[in-house]
């Protein structure tokens, strides 16, 4: 079956770094894109890995492992703006399809 | 740029009653998507055109949901009858190609409540 699995909720404090993990299962894999999403507002795209590794891009860096099925999303340096939805989603073989996560709901404090 | 424009942003309708969304997408996309997002909930895609041809719409609800891209721009999503579960957000998106690397935009949403 597809499922994609990510935390509920992951709260932090302000200049801290804060790591969401995300596990995926899908028929066939073809990128895992993460995206921010503000209550009230559209997703927008924060970042695209399809191969294994790091990619960074300034304060966010987005990690996969292709063989684990396994992804994170890396935000260092937090501010109250990072409070937000993170989804993740994959995008599987015939890149036909794009599987979203519920989401994880970061709530960053002062 | 422009990005993609949903109308309208929020709507409330009585169960039973139908719906219409309207969006247009970046120009230049080919690919056009519609998605629904219950709260608390990641997107679920209910269709997916390229140009003017349905690509996947396999979990659109056919007997009350309808979508065309009669041009290859712009797209209309109809609901009809609408029940209460159909509350949510639909979001419509937009990328060059398909997923493949594709970043793909979205929309602000519109807003629907059935009642």
């Known amino acids: 079956g597809q499922n994609i699995d990510q935390p509920t909720e992951m709260t932090a404090t302000e200049g801290a770094i804060v790591q969401i993990n995300c596990t995926y299962q899908t028929s066939g894999f073809n990128g895992l894109f993460w995206y921010q999403q503000h209550a009230g507002e559209a997703p927008t795209f924060l970042s695209y890995?399809?191969?294994?590794g790091l990619e960074e891009k300034g304060r966010f860096s987005s990690f996969l492992s292709r063989s684990k099925g396994y992804s994170y999303l890396l935000l260092k340096e937090l501010q109250m703006k990072d409070s937000a939805s993170y989804l993740c989603?994959?995008?599987?073989?015939?890149?036909?399809?794009?599987?979203f996560g519920k989401g994880t709901t970061l709530s960053v404090s002062s | 740029e422009a990005g993609v424009a949903q109308s309208p942003r929020y709507k409330i309708i009585e169960k039973r009653q139908s719906v219409a969304f309207w969006c247009n997408p970046i120009s230049g996309h080919a690919t056009l998507y519609w998605y629904q997002q219950i709260l608390g909930q990641g997107p679920k895609l209910l269709i997916q055109f390229q140009n003017n041809g349905v690509v996947d719409d396999s979990q659109l609800p056919k007997d009350r949901f309808s979508a065309e891209r009669l041009k290859g721009v712009d797209s209309t999503l109809k609901i009809q009858p609408a029940k209460l579960e159909d509350s949510a957000v639909y979001l419509c998106?937009?990328?060059?190609?398909?997923?493949?690397?594709?970043?793909?935009?979205f929309g602000e949403g519109s807003w629907l409540t059935v009642v």
């Open positions: 998106a937009s990328s060059f190609g398909g997923y493949s690397g594709n970043t793909i935009y």
């Open positions: 890995n399809v191969l294994d």
């Open positions: 989603a994959a995008a599987n073989q015939a890149g036909t399809a794009l599987i």
